[in-house]
């Protein structure tokens, strides 16, 4: 279907896609850059783009956000693997036991709706004023999101795979290993992409109002002090981290893609 779109012209290819963003992105500078220095928004709400990056390269050159980088990033990465972990084997016990999930299925769908940050205190009255409330409610953000990806991934897997596990024999491990993650591996990893980015939001969002270090508290530090430079650097920064993880979850979809013949419908 899609090999006839791009036929058609209904589906741009890969290249005009990548143009496209190009542009896209080059509109978004342009802009960043053109207000601040043509007048048009006060310099105490935005500074010039340039501006930003001096500040983003001179704060990770000399060190003074290191701290805050490893703290962040370790709450994502923590968060992050055990969403992924326990997110998998959660979606692979949902899809072997159909009619469990035909009951929980209507709490995970509207689970977002929960205000999961409303526990916040209940955590710190178990756990302490530390990371691990943070870390708890990143992971609990990213959870389902890849419990539902995982679900939706082993539900797709053709019969075709099945019927090729029972002519070899294969035990449920070998078939789960040889045949069905890799068939179901691009929703599942469209479902860790959700929530690796759903954990990022939750560790910057619960250190803005919440942590006393770590990169969304040095936003909102600098912003109560009107070090908007700052501010707008350490943004720059927490940007490439998510643009950096994204892009290698990414990179896995493709790589499993090259190897393996398989990618995103």
């Known amino acids: 279907m899609r090999t006839a779109g791009r036929r058609f ?26 207000m601040p220095m043509l007048g048009w928004i006060s310099p105490l709400t935005l500074v010039p783009l340039s501006d930003m990056a001096r500040a983003a390269w001179q704060a990770v050159a000399s060190g003074e956000i290191t701290g805050d980088i490893l703290t962040t990033g370790s709450m994502i990465l923590i968060s992050f693997v055990g969403a992924t972990v326990l997110g998998m084997a959660i979606g692979y016990g949902l899809w072997r036991s159909p009619r469990l999930f035909a009951v929980l299925n209507p709490y995970l769908t509207s689970y977002y709706g929960i205000p999961v940050i409303a526990f916040y205190p209940a955590l710190v009255g178990l756990f302490g004023l530390n990371r691990v409330p943070i870390t708890l409610l990143a992971w609990a953000l990213a959870v389902v999101a890849i419990i539902m990806g995982s679900v939706d991934g082993f539900a797709s897997i053709k019969q075709v795979h099945h019927r090729l596990g029972q002519i070899y024999r294969l035990s449920r491990w070998q078939s789960l290993w040889r045949l069905e993650l890799p068939a179901a591996a691009p929703r599942i990893l469209a479902g860790i992409e959700l929530g690796i980015t759903y954990a990022i939001t939750s560790v910057i969002v619960s250190e803005f109002v919440l942590s006393t270090e770590g990169l969304g508290h040095r936003v909102a530090f600098d912003y109560n002090n009107f070090r908007i430079d700052r501010m707008y650097s350490v943004i720059l920064v927490i940007l490439a981290i998510t ?15 090259r190897l393996g013949g398989i990618g995103r419908d």
């Open 9 to 34: 012209g209904l589906v741009p290819s890969g290249q005009s896609v990548w143009l496209i963003r190009i542009g896209l992105l080059a509109v978004v500078l342009f802009v960043l850059q053109a």
């Open 243 to 257: 643009v950096i993880l994204v892009a290698a979850v990414r990179g896995i979809d493709r790589l499993l893609r």
